[in-house]
T-cell receptor, first 112, second 111 residues
């Protein structure tokens, strides 16, 4: 199993542009998550999904959108990028909401 | 507010030392607790998951304990090696399944 994979690894975005961060898992997990990690801070939950077709907001959803059309994929969309969205983005998945989380390698995004 | 505090924020030890990383949380009604390792520029690797009904978990040179009544968890690393150098994150699951992270302890093991 590849586990949780994310693309791209790095990206530089101009202010106002949009982009989609990709996340795929091959463990048949129902739950998927997007977190952001800022320097010196813990991880903050952006959005999560409990299954295909179902998504919900986390702690810091503003400026982001998600969709979950399949069990495997959970893309994160940034609309009208702002410098405050410069961060490292991690996707994760789990079998249940209290099961251990499996994290992807992250996407380092700079908005300038 | 549910919070996780990790002390110390950074730790430097010589190779071979046994060490303890501390994690405290404000909500005694936590469910599970998970310790992660993060190498610079990398993702999070799960080290140990302590289920709600358990008090500790062991994997190789690592032992994690959980005391919900005192709101504390510790990660014990035996015979530390330079390859153990990384940031160690503690996170607990609340009743809704939300995972709440501490800010991490940055460990450096010197040869």
């Amino acid at each position: 199993n590849a586990g949780v994979t994310q693309t791209p690894k790095f990206h530089i975005l101009k202010i106002g542009q949009s982009m989609t961060l990709q996340c795929t898992q091959d463990m048949n997990h129902n739950y998927m998550y997007w977190y952001r990690q800022d320097p010196g801070m813990g991880l903050k939950l952006i959005y999560y999904s409990v299954g295909a077709g179902i998504t919900d907001k986390g702690e810091v959803p503003n400026g982001y959108n998600v969709s979950r059309s399949t069990t495997e994929d959970f893309p994160l969309r940034l609309e009208l990028a702002a410098p405050s969205q410069t961060s490292v983005y991690f996707c994760a998945s789990s079998l249940g909401n209290l099961s251990g989380r499996y994290f992807g390698p992250g996407t380092r995004l700079t908005v300038t | 507010k549910q919070e996780v505090t990790q002390i110390p924020a950074a730790l430097s030890v010589p190779e071979g030392e046994n060490l303890v990383l501390n994690c405290s949380f404000t909500d005694s009604a936590i469910y599970n607790l998970q310790w992660f390792r993060q190498d610079p520029g990398k993702g999070l690797t799960s080290l140990l998951l302590i289920q709600s009904s358990q008090r500790e978990q062991t994997s190789g040179r690592l032992n994690a304990s959980l005391d919900k009544s005192s709101g504390r968890s510790t990660l014990y690393i035996a015979a530390s090696q330079p390859g153990d150098s990384a940031t160690y994150l503690c996170a607990f699951y609340n009743q809704g399944g939300k995972l709440i992270f501490g800010q991490g302890t940055e460990l450096s093991v010197k040869p």
